[in-house]
């Protein structure tokens, strides 16, 4: 229970007020009431004298009225006449009067010095309480001036101290000739608060400098103390769990994955538990957000020691979106080497050919009327060698890398031209293929090149699916401001249990598989293109019947 200083000071100066006033009641009993003891005395003894008086004053008064009689009756002898006529006897009566008057007159002077103790003892009394009084309040001044002001002060900046405020100081003043002990201690204080305040300024910066670091690296960082909150977290990671509010101090399973409860085992292999149960020296695992589900991350998790005790794991937490990316570029950039060598050697001999081919057809157009076998021969040959030039040209154009996504795309002649492109591929691997596209011109809005990639690689994946030759099918249709691709084909299809797999980047179906061949970044990569046309593909398989991809784009209306 709190109980101040000053009410402190207060009872303790009353209580003594009280003490004292007991001690002087106590003495002024004891030395004034004995002599009132004393004056009771006397005074009782001096009524039994006069008592005693009386009753000789009243015996001596029968003994005369006796000798009166006796007189009347000639009985008094010379005797008792003498005896009564005794002048000793009257002088020893007159001297005990003479006393008891002395006694009466010693009594009221002692009334009268009783009065006057009783008398004193009071002012005495108004004097002592006026003094102890005024001693309470000079007490009480300068106890509150010396030693209640300066602790009231360092009290209140504890106060606000404590509330998190540490530019607040102890008033001090600096032009004071004499400093007391509190003096030094309002001044100690203050530099501890300093101190304090530069210490905090320190770490603040440390954080700061930290969290700049942690922030400039490309990867999301978290790290994760054993029991799943989450202590430092970088810019890089807010934007993979997709939000700006501050995470630190959640769990790590609610930022991620919206869990109120840890992740179970079954759902995924968890690097806390792995490094802090099974004692796992690091953990690489591939998981999945909720905000994004269809992106997927690469998790590296390692233990982090300090002090020699394993209490915490760092996350470094890899969007394979930019790896699928840069796979993709690196095709692009292959692919454009390859077509640009291609054309330069296929323009520089087929223009040879084509020079020679227009030399020998302007010696029969100079006779329009020449229908020879020789001018139709050469003439399809001049315009197959006008295919061939446009097949460089077209390779020319897929592998330009566009940055551009504002691009008008006509499907239909974007997907001729790809399947032109792997019309031999798909003869040499015995595969038919069937277009079936609406006579109406339909548009979307992108990159053309990426969007010719991604039909590529799902061909071309068609293609591994039926090694032994099949049947492909390309449908092109308008549902609604939707735009429906579907490619089929018959081949050897895709396992159940597997299905929901073939997009994560670097998955392979296995060895044994036609599927396997390659990086196994090719549907990623598809699956990447996709959604940076804000649309969505999806999958049916069944093995040993095919498989089909439909992709469902937003339309653009051409007007």
């Known amino acids: 229970m709190f109980f101040s200083l ?21 003495t002024f009993y004891i030395v004034y009431g004995s002599k009132i003891q004393e004056e009771q005395k006397s005074t009782i003894l001096r009524n039994q004298q006069y008592i005693e008086l009386l009753y000789e004053n009243i015996n001596l008064r029968k003994d005369i009225r006796k000798f009166i009689n006796a007189s009347n009756t000639n009985i008094i002898d010379t005797d008792n006449l003498n005896t009564i006529r005794d002048e000793r006897n009257i002088k020893e009566k007159q001297a005990e009067l003479s006393l008891e008057q002395q006694r009466t007159t010693q009594m009221v002077q002692n009334y009268d010095e009783r009065y006057k103790a009783i008398t004193e003892g ?20 300068l106890m509150r001036r010396l030693v209640l002001s300066p602790i009231n002060k360092l009290a209140a900046v504890s106060r606000l101290v404590s509330l998190g405020d540490y530019d607040c100081r102890v008033d001090i003043t600096k032009q004071r000739y004499f400093h007391d002990e509190l003096d030094d201690l309002s001044h100690t204080f203050n530099q501890m608060l300093d101190n304090i305040q530069d210490s905090i300024q320190q770490i603040k910066d440390q954080k700061t400098f930290l969290q700049s670091i942690i922030d400039g690296i490309p990867d999301g960082i978290r790290v994760i103390d054993k029991d799943g909150n989450i202590i430092i977290a970088n810019k890089e990671y807010y934007k993979q769990i997709g939000t700006n509010k501050n995470c630190i101090g959640q769990k790590c399973y609610f930022s991620s994955q919206g869990r109120k409860e840890p992740c179970s085992a079954s759902m995924f292999t968890c690097p806390l538990r792995e490094i802090m149960e099974n004692n796992a020296p690091n953990v690489k695992v591939i998981q ?5 589900p269809n992106r997927h991350l690469a998790i590296n998790a390692a233990p982090l020691y300090i002090n020699k005790e394993k209490n915490y794991i760092v996350e470094a937490i890899r969007d394979l979106s930019e790896d699928i990316r840069f796979s993709h570029q690196q095709k692009l950039s292959s692919l454009g080497f390859l077509a640009t060598s291609v054309a330069h050697e296929m323009k520089n001999h087929l223009g040879s050919i084509r020079i020679i081919i227009e030399g020998l057809l302007e010696k029969f157009h100079k006779d329009p009327k020449d229908k020879s076998e020789e001018k139709k021969y050469l003439s399809l040959i001049n315009d197959e060698l006008n295919l061939c030039v446009e097949v460089p040209e077209r390779l020319l154009k897929l592998a330009q890398f566009s940055t551009d996504m504002n691009q008008e795309i006509n499907c239909t002649n974007v997907i001729n031209d790809a399947l032109s492109l792997l019309d031999y591929e798909a003869k040499r691997n015995g595969v038919e293929i069937e277009f079936i596209h609406p006579k109406k011109e339909l548009y979307l809005i992108g990159s053309e090149s990426d969007f010719k990639m991604a039909l590529i690689n799902l061909i071309q994946n068609a293609f591994k699916a039926m090694p032994n030759g099949g049947k492909l099918q390309i449908e092109i249709k308008q549902k609604r401001q939707n735009l429906e691709i579907k490619i089929s084909d018959n081949g050897i299809g895709i396992p159940a249990d597997k299905i929901n797999r073939i997009f994560e980047p ?10 396997s061949q390659g990086t196994g970044l090719g549907l990623s990569i598809v699956k990447s293109i996709i959604e940076n046309f804000h649309a969505n593909i999806s999958v049916r398989s069944k093995e040993k019947e095919g498989t089909c991809f439909t992709l469902n784009f937003p339309i653009l209306t051409k007007k």
Not at 122 to 141: D, E, N, W, Y
């Open 6 to 26: 000053n009410k402190k000071f207060i009872y303790t100066l009353a209580l003594f007020f009280i003490f004292m006033a007991v001690i002087f009641v106590y």
């Open 122 to 141: 009071i002012r005495l009394v108004f004097a002592s309480s006026f003094l102890i009084i005024f001693s309470m309040l000079l007490i009480g001044f």
């Open 288 to 292: 999945q957000f909720t905000n994004a």
């Open 506 to 515: 670097f998955y392979s179906e296995g060895n044994n598989s036609a599927r």
